[in-house]
């Protein structure tokens, strides 16, 4: 007996939007990770590094979700990276607009599902809760380099402990 798709179709074509936007973001991540490293903020390399295995672990959770639903997502492949990295600034930057597009990628995606599937609108609860906190962490982050911006070193040293 084959295992019956509980998704929409709309649905499933959001949730590849999903995945790949989770996946660029682990990707990003990696490079920003990369590139920090160059400049000698190993700090900011250890942060984003950490950051990187997030955003895959979040890609693996809309993976299960959409394997119970009874479809299967793929692994998508990501444009090539080559964002200019100078400096932590630019690191925190590009990360803030990456977490804010996310935030609102789910926010259109929750708007759009929940009438049709309250399922689904219950499982991107938690990934609006993610964003949230993420989008109001980068914010901090930049507020706190901000206050300081001559002390490179004394932040990234902030950022190996986080």
């Keep these: 007996m084959?295992?019956?798709q509980l998704?929409?179709?709309?649905?499933l074509?959001?949730?590849?939007?999903?995945?790949?936007s989770e996946m660029y973001a682990h990707f990003l991540y990696q490079y920003i990770a990369n590139q920090t490293q160059r400049l000698g903020l190993f700090g900011a390399q250890k942060y984003f590094l950490?950051?990187?295995?997030?955003?895959?672990s979040h890609y693996n959770i809309l993976?299960?979700?959409?394997n119970d639903m009874g479809g299967c997502l793929g692994t998508p492949a990501v444009p090539k990276i080559t964002d200019s990295i100078k400096n932590i600034s630019d690191a925190l930057e590009i990360a803030y607009e990456t977490e804010v597009s996310l935030l609102n990628h789910y926010k259109e995606f929750y708007n759009t599902?929940?009438?049709?599937?309250?399922?689904?609108?219950?499982f991107l609860n938690q990934f609006l809760s993610i964003q949230t906190k993420s989008v109001g962490e980068y914010g901090d982050l930049i507020a706190r380099l901000s206050l300081n911006p001559t002390?490179?070193?004394?932040?990234?040293?902030?950022?190996?402990?986080?």
Excluded at 50 to 56: I, Y
Excluded at 63 to 66: D, E, K, Q, T
Excluded at 113 to 122: F, P, Q, R, S, W
Excluded at 151 to 162: A, N, P, Q, R
């Design 13 to 20: 074509q959001w949730f590849d939007k999903s995945a790949e």
């Design 50 to 56: 950490k950051e990187s295995v997030d955003e895959l």
């Design 113 to 122: 599902i929940e009438e049709e599937d309250a399922a689904t609108a219950v």
């Design 63 to 66: 993976v299960g979700y959409v």
């Design 7 to 11: 998704l929409a179709p709309d649905a």
């Design 2 to 4: 084959p295992v019956t």
């Design 151 to 162: 002390d490179v070193f004394e932040f990234d040293e902030y950022l190996s402990e986080k």
